[in-house]
């Protein structure tokens, strides 16, 4: 039998159970948070201009709907992390699908506008509790080769959560003028149902976190149903044990010590400045994509009406529009998969900020021009789909690149707090839009803003002092630092051989 020192790691057993039904395993079961999210979020996003006409609200309170979806989602992020990081990720994700779809039912029922803004704060935190440990987990059951193929994957169930949703809307009201709004919530909130149900008998632990709880035997069952999984019998799940995290008790004196303690890791010397620029790319992809999916739905009833669009003659409804859009956030995942797979993180998202910028300035270029003519409506549509393809490839990346740069011990809760803080921007983005509309008379002072704040962004990834492409995950701050310091002493051995 081996000795422990022989004994592979656990990052080398899973790169060499590597890919196959293991991942779609996680995809089908912890990516339906995700789906949930971009079917709700869309979906609430949709029916704003019904609901105000039912209640008669003004533009602010039509944008808090969605704000106060995002204001959950926020706090659920920052409670998920260090949860997750103590107890584990399967039991958030469950718990994410379950709460969606009870909460989703109860706000399809409310009778006034507080009522329904109480409940889809419930709506948003349910999100909010899932999405930080799907995307952990998608990078701990993953080789390092394939994390951002499987983490987009998982990821970009949330377009087709979004094309859901756009069908719903297409099937009640092509024109998006007079939508059934309860009725598409009770049908928005199902999948999250069906989700649970599938992840309940499905849904696997994360092998690094049971191992880091000293549970090494449940980490080798999860990782033989991975073997399994993948047909490779042969491939030992023996591995060399980690070093315990120990955590306090419920209830100690030492637990808020431990929930402080996971936040203030964050602002250790070897990962501050890659938190404090990762928190404003989280925020700035967050105001750039949910803003847009909070305007395009208001926009594109009025581009078309307003002969700004497309014409009758030539042109589609405006919730097919809607669903075109979201089938083009299908390429920007490939993207993302393609570019992950033979690109380092940092270029992939600069590349990716800058066509968002630019495209966003071609939107309102075509959208706003005056008079006939074919450029300006093939303007705003290049400009529409680019932002949604292009949005897509910089949101994966950064969540992606966020979920492999911290080490296990706090892996959750910095992948927590960086979605919690972007979430700030998701937050703001339908309040901002509509004040700027309303203060200046027009949707396009929104886009200019969207565009400079991703600009400003591209200059700060510059300063990423950590690239994580095709790195093992590390498990502690020590074995960052070493990672780091290898890097560091290579290149100053490549610019000395110069």
Not at 73 to 84: A, F, R, Y
């Amino acid at each position: 039998m081996p000795s422990r020192s022989s004994l592979p790691t656990l990052p080398e057993i899973v790169d060499k159970i590597g890919l196959g039904p293991a991942q779609l395993r996680f995809i089908f079961t912890g990516g339906g948070v995700w789906f949930a999210d971009g079917s709700e979020v869309l979906l609430i996003s949709a029916v704003t201009s019904s609901v105000a006409a039912e209640w008669n609200l003004d533009p602010m309170e039509r944008g808090s709907m969605v704000t106060i979806v995002y204001i959950g989602v926020l706090i659920g992020n920052l409670i998920s992390g260090p949860i997750c990081d103590r107890h584990g990720r399967r039991q958030l994700i469950l718990a994410s699908y379950i709460g969606v779809f009870a909460f989703s039912m109860m706000s399809s029922f409310t009778m006034s506008y507080w009522a329904l803004c109480f409940w889809r704060l419930f709506v948003g935190m349910a999100f909010g509790l899932g999405q930080p440990p799907c995307n952990v987990l998608a990078a701990e059951m993953t080789p390092a080769k394939w994390r951002v193929v499987v983490n987009a994957l998982s990821q970009g169930l949330f377009s087709i959560g979004e094309v859901y949703a756009a069908l719903l809307i297409f099937l009640d009201d092509p024109s998006m003028q007079d939508l059934n709004w309860r009725r598409l919530l009770q049908l928005g909130a199902i999948p999250a149902f069906v989700f649970w149900v599938i992840g309940s008998a499905f849904l696997q632990q994360s092998p690094f976190f049971l191992a880091q709880c000293g549970k090494n035997e449940e980490a080798r069952e999860v990782l033989t149903v991975m073997r399994s999984d993948n047909c490779l019998p042969h491939v030992s799940v023996d591995f060399a044990p980690t070093q315990p995290v120990e955590t306090p008790l419920v209830g100690s004196s030492d637990e808020s010590e431990f929930w402080i303690s996971r936040f203030t890791t964050l602002g250790s010397p070897s990962l501050f400045v890659t938190t404090a620029i990762m928190t404003y790319t989280c925020f700035t992809v967050n105001l750039v994509y949910y803003g847009a999916l909070y305007g395009f739905p208001n926009l594109l009833p009025t581009l078309k009406a307003s002969g700004a669009g497309v014409s009758d003659s030539h042109g589609t409804s405006a919730a097919m529009q809607l669903m075109v859009g979201a089938l083009w956030e299908l390429p920007g995942v490939a993207l993302a998969a393609f570019f992950g797979l033979c690109m380092a993180r940092k270029p992939v998202l600069k590349t990716s900020a800058f066509v968002v910028a630019v495209s966003l300035v071609l939107f309102v270029g075509g959208a706003t021009a005056a008079g006939p003519g074919r450029f300006p409506v093939l303007a705003w549509h290049i400009g529409y789909y680019l932002i949604k393809c292009w949005s897509i490839v910089m949101f994966l990346t950064t969540y992606i690149y966020i979920a492999e740069v911290y080490p296990t011990s706090v892996r959750a809760t910095g992948v927590s707090f960086n979605i919690a803080f972007g979430r700030l921007g998701s937050i703001i983005s339908p309040l901002v839009y509509e004040g700027l509309r309303d203060l200046t008379g027009t949707f396009a002072t929104f886009f200019y803003v969207l565009a400079s704040a991703v600009l400003v962004n591209v200059v700060f990834i510059h300063f990423l002092p950590i690239e994580t492409y095709n790195v093992a995950l590390t498990d502690s701050i020590a074995e960052l630092e070493k990672q780091q310091g290898q890097d560091y002493g290579a290149t100053e051995n490549v610019i000395s051989n110069r």
